[in-house]
């Protein structure tokens, strides 16, 4: 088991440096897209509706204090779970839009963001940097929701419906406040 582990994170870590995100630092760290960049496609482009009616599937969170998170208990409201890491450029760019969203539709849509850093000391103290008050630093250290979902790409986000059932997947940073997204969101009712 652990051997198959160590092959499933060597390759995910391949697949996440092949699709652009990388875990560099300071100077040498991934470039921040410009605001002002045009998407290369529409965000409706980018989604994936082939997993739809999926389940929700049946993981604990945990984030540095221990508190655990289970998926399922988050049923009974639409639920956007976006997959992240501090180490990924495209990632931390849309934080912010994302951070909106999350306090603008409190009450309607759940947003829970779930960091596949390895290295989870920095998540919190990353968050708090970066005026996201608004998100629990919750954890996947072992990419379980990676590779549940088989991406390989970051930022990855779903969408549940509040039945916890899949409406869709969205690989790739995306602008959560542009009028186009809002409507990829109504889905989920």
């Known amino acids: 088991m652990s051997l198959s582990r ?10 996440v440096l092949a699709a652009g995100c990388d875990r560099q630092t300071g100077s040498e760290a991934q470039p921040q897209p410009a605001a002002s960049q045009p998407a290369e496609a529409t965000a409706a482009d980018r989604v994936d509706r082939s997993h739809k009616g999926s389940q929700l599937p049946d993981f604990a969170l945990q984030d540095t204090q221990g508190r655990q998170l289970r998926l399922p208990s988050l049923k009974g409201k639409p639920l956007l779970i976006n997959l992240w890491a501090t180490w990924c ?3 931390v760019a849309e934080l912010p839009a ?3 969203l999350a306090v603008d539709r409190v009450g309607e849509l759940q947003v829970v963001i779930v960091s596949q850093d390895t290295d989870t ?3 919190a103290p990353f968050l708090k940097e970066h005026g996201m008050p608004q998100f629990d630093a919750w954890l996947d250290p072992q990419n379980d929701l990676s590779f549940h979902y088989n991406t390989g790409n970051l930022p990855t986000t779903v969408l549940y419906d509040a039945a ?5 997947r969205y690989v790739g940073a995306n602008d959560w406040s542009s009028a186009e997204t809002a409507k990829l969101l109504e889905e989920a009712k």
Not at 6 to 15: H, N, P, R, Y
């Open 89 to 91: 450029g495209p990632c």
């Open 164 to 168: 916890g059932r899949e409406v869709w």
């Open 121 to 123: 000391a920095k998540v």
């Open 98 to 100: 994302l951070g909106k």
């Open 6 to 15: 160590s092959l499933k994170l060597a390759v995910l870590g391949c697949a």
